[in-house]
């Protein structure tokens, strides 16, 4: 009971929130970023000798990562020699068996499968897919995960599924519900997945909404920083048995040493608070 009233006090003062300044979002994302070690996946897509696709259902070792080829595309499954990855993976747009291409368009993780010295992921924008359960158990030690440039510098075709801001993952939240009834613009976004090893998250303007699950593998997770107004953020769900069927944006262990911190005002939020 004290964990509910913790998350409803800390929730309904980020919901107080407004827009900051945009000196002060400036200001607070002045950190001096990570330097980028060499990568381990390649920046740049592979192509065949002549262009042809991937046999559907065919495995693809590509730079030590593992795909499985399914209606035209590549989906990382998982890696052939884990050792050998380690500092920042860059996953690549396209990859090849040698005889054809397949674009790289989702991440399902399979179980047992760890890659722990990778301390950053890139993803190309062409990802439509990620499935986020697997990615801590697969990457413990990751940082920040975010969503590569394209190769050709032209971006992806369309509106790119992902995007990735101050190391966490987010989806468009356009036409999603706001506290008011009106639709998200076509710019806000959703929160779907912090790193494990993410210690200060950072929420841009942007986000205005945080999905279910989206903070529960970020075990190193000490302080939550939100710039901007936040519309809606999932709560868990319980059966009548009181068992979770669906977890909430934070896991409850998280609740009681959790600092959330709203720019622009004199205080912070904490468990204890």
Known sequence: MAAT???SVALAMLLAVTMLPA???QAAYADNPASRPATSGGDMALESANGAPVADGAEVVDNGIRYVVRDGAATLVG???SAALEDALVVPETVTDGSGTATVKAVEIAERQVADKVAALALPQTVESVRTEGLAAAFPALASIEIAAAADGNGAAGKAA????AGMLFRSA???ASSDGTA???DALELVWAPPAMVVARIPLECKAI???AFVDAAALETVM???KMESIASAELDDKGNVTKPGAFADEQIGRLTIVVPGTNYAVTGED
């Open 211 to 213: 999905a279910a699950g």
């Open 5 to 7: 009233r913790v998350v």
């Open 174 to 176: 356009e036409g999603q």
């Open 79 to 81: 890696f052939e020699d």
């Open 226 to 228: 939100s710039f901007g």
């Open 23 to 25: 000196a002060g979002l």
């Open 184 to 186: 998200f613009a076509e």
């Open 162 to 165: 992902y995007s990735s801001v």
